[in-house]
């Protein structure tokens, strides 16, 4: 990676020269208003002083609310919930608890208009924003850190932003921007950006230790401990160490590994900079699709015989240890339990400080982390031995002159026969070797240059690179059961079809060297016309550079035997490259308004235009320069939204109402099938929608809150496509969480649940396959001794609904009978008990 020295230098810089500047007094810590002064925003908007976890569950639920204040998507400081003028949620550290997520991903259940796919497990998740077509992954999502993008990208082929990132106990809440004014802050995102916040020390000394338990012998602790270090100086660290063997429990760990996370905070006068720190070291079993009965057009599916979808898995121990034939005298080994793991180090500083009248803000992150996906990948739908052995006879019966073959066998690994009926599956088990590192700067100036009107000038500037090695195909045969056991298949004219359960070549091995960089300029204005009116808009300009080396591929026989069939035809490269670079320029926009009802109510609008770029992977599949040079080909791709909101908090209720509207034109689609063919297209989609977040507070310490949005979302410009729905996406989704807190002197018991709802969805653009839609029941408790203990239990999906996330991405086609797809996981429970100090 190419890291512009000078953007380092110079952000690194302007941190260690404000450290230079006195310390902030204790008065000044007290009012806030250096703070304020250094961010650009009224002291009246500041949130309220940092506080214990269980004092804080004893607030007024509505004064937290009204006093909430949200950082991203702001040009300056940050502005009080109820007076933005775009869609945002926010979630606290209890609501996240609440929430009880399996992933990082899996937090976006708690955002209208995004659907998250978290059935893959801690990592490899497919989000969907509302209307923006995406086909996997999560391209028009964005994971940041104190207002930075971990990677700049938010998605590559075996890789996407949630998968960077680890929640744990460090963590003070989570901002889920959607749309807005992100276009033209940070790397542009116009889709969702989630930005976490870390907890900072304070003057107060706040600690805490947590054990957890659970489904799949989930052992896990976390730890956290912050507080003031000197006259100005404030730290804090933590981190987690888990391992279990999951839900889907493939008889090795799922997950195995930890973090630690540390920030250092110096207060200036008038500001302030944090310089934070991760190192995350994390094994993550990948799941994919399990054998399943599909009837009626896929409106009724049901268990598989023999194989319970809500806890198998088709991973075992036999098969965890695989190799890969990569070249003739070449062999690789590799892990399943290795799976999409995260081994990487995040470093940033954020900075922010007034000088001479003017706001300085510099954000800075660095990334440098292995993102290896040693996973398995399902294929074409299960049959039976018999027909398995039927289709190799047809295929290989004249394979050897003279002899022609007339029965096939079919054993275990320990010489067993296979029965005929014995229900088989193939699944490939890929390897692919993803290094990335990026470096990403944000650097803002604001100043108010008349009254009550903001100017922001701002840069932002981030290199990248992403090195590969793909091993993919490499299709094993196996039996269709839970910890599946390989099978070798051998006819009686020599051939030899299945060894070691191999029965397919390498069929894809592509090794890449990309490199990446964006530079964007911006500028914004905020203008407060009255006391009711507040209007802001900006506009950016961004370029963008991308440069590839990509191997040459040839296919061979690594053994220089054609009766070994199963290794014939293994893609390698043949010793040379192609190098590939585009580059690109675009235009984003953002004007939007708030006009207050009152001082908790509000209406807003926002429009906006954005765009995407094309990736690096766009590059790879191009293949050549004259089809990456080609417009029609890779188009860039333009985003316009427009929704007005309606936000309000009484003491009875509070409600965030919006409608949206989104036209999205030229993006371009890739879909890896189970031979390795790669299938593109380029197609647009527009939609409408609306979003709601709602709460009711009928008694006091009862909340019921109702959030979900309802959207139309349909493909455009591409005749094969037009009109269809758009896939993955739900028409209609939704919560229901009532919560109710029992005060019991100086404890109190907090019980919660919530009932979702996610309606029918396609799978793919052809909507072909069916996806049912499904509901899940979840139910936990709290319960706090004092100010020290605190004991909780979660239970998710506790009616064991089988409700299908993805179906078989390997296939174009739906069908009846046995298939493939990816279910939710099952009933599970995780308790745990904390302790502060």
């Known amino acids: 990676m190419r890291i512009s020295r000078t953007c380092l230098a110079s952000s690194i810089s302007l941190a260690l020269l404000a450290l230079a500047g006195p310390a902030q007094s204790q008065a000044q810590d007290t009012s806030g208003t250096g703070t304020a002064a250094a961010t650009g925003t009224n002291t009246d908007a500041q949130p309220a002083a940092p506080q214990t976890q269980a004092a804080a569950a004893r607030n007024d639920a509505v004064q937290t609310e009204l006093q909430q204040v949200v950082v991203t998507g702001v040009a300056t400081g940050g502005v009080r919930k109820l007076d933005s003028a775009f869609s945002i949620t926010t979630a606290s550290e209890e609501q996240l608890r609440q929430a009880a997520p399996s992933s990082t991903a899996d937090i976006l259940k708690l955002v209208p208009g995004v659907y998250a796919e978290a059935t893959g497990g801690q990592s490899g998740a497919n989000i969907e924003v509302r209307g923006f077509p995406s086909g996997s992954d999560s391209p028009f999502v964005s994971v940041q850190m104190m207002g930075n993008p971990i990677y700049p990208v938010p998605t590559l082929s075996f890789f996407e932003g949630s998968s960077a990132f680890r929640l744990d106990d460090t963590i003070e809440r ?20 989630m930005n976490f916040i870390l907890k900072k020390g304070t003057d107060t000394p706040e600690g805490s230790i947590r054990f957890s338990t659970g489904t799949g012998e989930l052992r896990r602790v976390d730890v956290f401990y912050g507080g003031k270090i000197s006259d100005g100086w404030y730290g804090t660290v933590g981190g987690f160490y888990r391992n279990t063997n999951g839900v889907r429990d493939a008889g090795f760990p799922s997950d195995k590994g930890g973090q630690i996370t540390a920030t250092l905070t110096r207060k200036l006068d008038q500001g302030e900079v944090t310089f934070y720190a991760r190192r995350t070291d994390d094994k993550n079993a990948f799941y994919t699709g399990v054998p399943l009965i599909s009837a009626n057009e896929g409106r009724s599916i049901s268990e598989f015989p023999g194989f319970d979808p809500l ?16 070249a003739p005298g070449r062999t690789l080994n590799y892990d399943l339990g290795d799976g999409r793991g995260l081994a990487a180090t995040v470093f940033g500083v954020d900075f922010n400080q007034t000088i001479s009248g003017w706001n300085v803000s510099n954000k800075f992150n660095y990334f440098d982390g292995d993102m290896n996906t040693i996973a398995m990948f399902t294929g074409n739908n299960p049959l039976a031995m018999g027909a398995y052995n039927a289709t190799a006879l047809s295929t290989y019966r004249n394979a050897v002159a003279g002899q022609t073959a007339t029965t096939a066998t079919a054993t275990y690994l320990d010489g067993t026969p296979v029965p005929a009926n014995q229900q088989v599956v193939q699944a490939g088990l890929w390897a692919v070797e993803k290094k990335l590192q990026s470096f990403t700067d944000e650097i803002r100036v604001s100043k108010e240059w008349m009254k ?38 051998r006819l009686n004219n020599g051939v030899i079809v299945a060894n070691q359960g191999k029965e397919g070549p390498v069929n894809y091995a592509p090794v890449a060297s990309y490199d990446g960089s964006n530079t964007a300029l911006f500028i914004a204005n905020e203008w407060k016309i009255n006391d009711r009116i507040k209007v802001d808009g900006g506009i950016r300009r961004e370029r963008q550079k991308l440069d590839a080396t990509v191997s040459n591929l040839r296919s061979g026989d690594t053994d220089n035997n054609p009766l ?49 770029f094309v990736a690096f992977d766009d590059l790879r599949n191009a293949g050549s320069q004259a089809n990456v040079n080609d417009r029609g080909l890779l188009p860039t791709p333009k985003i316009q939204q427009f929704e007005v909101g309606f936000k309000t908090a009484t003491q009875l209720y509070s409600a965030y109402i919006n409608y949206f509207h989104t036209e999205f034109d030229g993006i371009a689609f890739q879909q890896i099938l189970a031979d390795g063919t790669i299938l593109n297209s380029v197609s647009g989609s527009k939609g409408d929608g609306i979003e709601f977040e709602l ?18 979302s349909k493909y455009k410009d591409n005749p094969s496509t037009a009109g269809k729905r758009v896939q993955r996406q739900p028409k209609l989704q939704y919560r229901f969480t009532p919560t109710y807190r029992i005060p019991m002197g100086d404890n109190e018991l907090r019980l919660y649940g919530t009932y979702t709802h996610i309606g029918e969805r396609w799978a793919d653009q052809a909507n072909l396959q069916y996806l049912p839609s499904y509901k899940t029941v979840d139910l936990g408790a709290v319960y706090r001794l004092g100010e020290k203990i605190e004991l909780r239990v979660n239970g998710s999906n506790l009616s064991n609904e089988l409700g299908l996330t993805e179906g078989n991405s390997r296939l174009t086609t739906g069908g009846a009978g046995p298939i493939n797809a990816r279910p939710l996981f099952g009933r599970t429970w995780e308790a745990s008990v904390m302790y502060r100090f």
């Not at 709460?695 to 139309?712: C, E, F, K, S, V």
């Open 174 to 193: 989570v901002e889920v921007l959607r749309g807005g004014p992100s276009t033209i802050f940070s790397n542009g995102q116009p889709g969702a950006t």
């Open 311 to 326: 806890t198998g898995t088709l991973m075992s121990g036999e098969m965890r240890r695989f190799t890969v034939e990569a």
């Open 452 to 489: 009550d009107n903001t100017v922001t000038i701002g840069g932002y500037f981030a290199n990248y690179s992403s090195d590969d090695v793909w091993f993919l195909g490499n299709s094993h045969l196996m039996t269709a059961v839970p910890n599946a056991r390989l099978i070798d298949v």
């Open 564 to 612: 070994t069939v199963y290794n014939n035809g293994t893609s390698m490269p043949t010793g040379g490259n192609t190098a590939l670079t585009r580059t690109d320029s675009a235009n984003s926009f953002t004007i939007g308004g708030n006009f207050k009802l009152s001082r908790d109510a509000a209406i807003f609008a926002r429009a906006n235009t954005g765009h995407t």
């Open 695 to 712: 709460a009711l507070r009928p008694i006091h310490n009862l909340t019921l809150t109702l959030t979900g949005d309802y959207q139309d």
